[in-house]
């Protein structure tokens, strides 16, 4: 069955501090990774996004980093904000396949 | 990127009763799901809304419970027939803009069954 875990369930980080956030795969046939960023009363907003054919992605503060041998990657948001409080998703797919989501992980920021 | 749009945003529904959940797409797009999340879980793939003809449902959703349509590559609906209080959730509307691989997501509507 294709699943996507997630760690951790929850993460507090002081703000200026790194935040990682993992999952792990198992389908090799995803081809996309999307993670996303969805705040209480929102939906999810897609965030940043990476291809098995690269092991690194960065927009901003925010980095993706991708293990394909491990079938692994992960978000990190360099310099956490309390603005960067929600919950992250990661997700997988391929083709036009519906998004495999992770179960999220809960960020809070305190200053 | 695409805006897509949802109504109504939230709605308070008798047990028994249907609601009916709209969602627009200001773009291309070549696919379109229908997700449901309950509060402080993940999302939860209801089925794939296929244009002109029958949706793709996911193991524990039915048609006869939540009947679909996509008139259109922008457009579409999703019921919630004869509402429990087990379906209070939010439904997420999700659409796969042509060209692929980004999939943007509406703002939800939030159902609460009384």
């Known amino acids: 069955q294709q699943q996507v875990k997630q760690s951790p369930q929850s993460l507090i980080v002081q703000k200026g501090g790194i935040s990682i956030i993992n999952c792990a795969y198992e389908?090799?046939?995803?081809?996309?990774f999307p993670w996303y960023q969805q705040f209480p009363g929102k939906g999810p907003a897609l965030l940043i996004a990476?291809?098995?054919?690269?092991s690194e992605k960065k927009e901003g503060r925010f980095t993706i980093s991708f293990n394909k041998s491990a079938k692994q990657f992960s978000l990190h948001i360099m310099d956490s904000q309390p603005g960067d409080s929600a919950t992250y998703f990661c997700a997988a797919h391929s083709g036009n396949t519906p998004l495999v989501f992770g179960k999220g992980t809960r960020l809070s920021v305190i200053a | 990127s695409a805006v897509i749009s949802q109504k109504p945003s939230r709605d308070i529904c008798q047990r028994g009763t249907s609601l009916t959940i709209q969602c627009q797409v200001d773009?291309?797009?070549?696919?379109m799901f229908w997700y449901r999340q309950q509060p402080g879980q993940s999302l939860t793939l209801i089925a794939t809304?296929?244009?002109?003809?029958?949706?793709?449902?996911e193991s524990g959703f039915v048609i006869d419970k939540f009947p679909i349509s996509r008139p259109n590559l922008t457009f579409s609906t999703l019921t919630v027939s004869n509402m429990s209080p087990e379906d209070s959730s939010i439904y997420l509307c999700?659409?796969?803009?042509?060209?692929?691989?980004?999939?943007?997501f509406g703002p939800g509507t939030r159902l609460t069954v009384t």
């Open positions: 999700s659409a796969l803009l042509a060209g692929g691989p980004k999939q943007y």
């Open positions: 389908n090799t046939a995803f081809d996309y």
């Open positions: 773009s291309q797009v070549t696919m």
């Open positions: 990476i291809r098995p054919d690269v």
């Open positions: 809304a296929n244009q002109g003809s029958e949706a793709t449902y």
